[in-house]
T-cell receptor
Framework: DTGVSQDPRHKITKRGQNVTFRCDPI?????LYWYRQTLGQGPEFLTY????????KSRLLSDRFSAERPKGSFSTLEIQRTEQGDSAMYLC?????????????FGPGTRLTVL | SQKIEQNSEALNIQEGKTATLTCNYT??????LQWYRQDPGRGPVFLLL?????KEKRKERLKVTFDTTLKQSLFHITASQPADSATYLC????????????FGGGTRLMVKP
């Protein structure tokens, strides 16, 4: 396993279109996280899964955003009716879900540009 | 309100010197504090984790301190090299929060040869 992968790496779309991103975590990791990062800022938490259950969603995650992890393996993040403010790097991370502090392994990110 | 502050200005140092980066936080009670490195166009990479009951943690040329009274962590890179040039992010993990991380804005480090 070579780490967390994300697809696509870049996405350019027009305002109002829907986009979907995919994340494949490290295979033995049961926790999967989505973050959003804009230029010059640190990543902001969006949501996370423990296996297939979505356990937490940030208030940043408007109802246009939805995430799934259907079989507890890969995850998808969909943004409906994209807006220019959605332009950002979308990062996925996974971890073993240890009770006592957990290193997160990040993917390379998907850079979204909304025109 | 809750804040995690890192120096937003770039830190420029000469090769061989020690780089010291600061992470201050308010209105958090983190159980753990983590430091990550991020290169342009890439995802963050984990460097070190320190627990609330630990004062200091070391790994090779890296050293992290954690002062829960001052609500501050310091991140040191000794004998810095140009390859250490990157953005360094601190992240807080609050206990029982599913290992969710709250990141600071990062500090860009430039090590000049």
């Amino acid at each position: 396993d070579t780490g967390v992968s994300q697809d696509p790496r870049h996405k350019i779309t027009k305002r109002g279109q829907n986009v979907t991103f995919r994340c494949d975590p490290i295979s033995e990791h049961n926790r999967l996280y989505w973050y959003r990062q804009t230029l010059g800022q640190g990543p902001e938490f969006l949501t996370y899964f423990q296996n297939e259950a979505q356990l937490e969603k940030s208030r940043l995650l408007s109802d246009r955003f939805s995430a799934e992890r259907p079989k507890g393996s890969f995850s998808t993040l969909e943004i409906q009716r994209t807006e220019q403010g959605d332009s950002a790097m979308y990062l996925c991370a996974s971890s073993l879900g240890l009770a006592g502090g957990g290193e997160q392994f990040f993917g390379p990110g998907t850079r979204l540009t909304v025109l | 309100s809750q804040k995690i502050e890192q120096n937003s200005e770039a830190l420029n140092i000469q090769e061989g010197k020690t780089a010291t980066l600061t992470c201050n936080y308010t209105n958090y009670s983190p159980a753990y504090l983590q430091w990550y490195r991020q290169d342009p166009g890439r995802g963050p990479v984990f460097l070190l984790l320190i627990r609330e009951n630990e004062k200091e943690k070391r790994k090779e040329r890296l050293k992290v301190t954690f002062d829960t009274t001052l609500k501050q962590s310091l991140f040191h890179i000794t004998a810095s090299q140009p390859a250490d040039s990157a953005t360094y992010l601190c992240a807080l993990e609050v206990n029982n929060a599913g290992n969710m991380l709250t990141f600071g804005g990062g500090t860009r480090l430039m090590v000049k040869p």
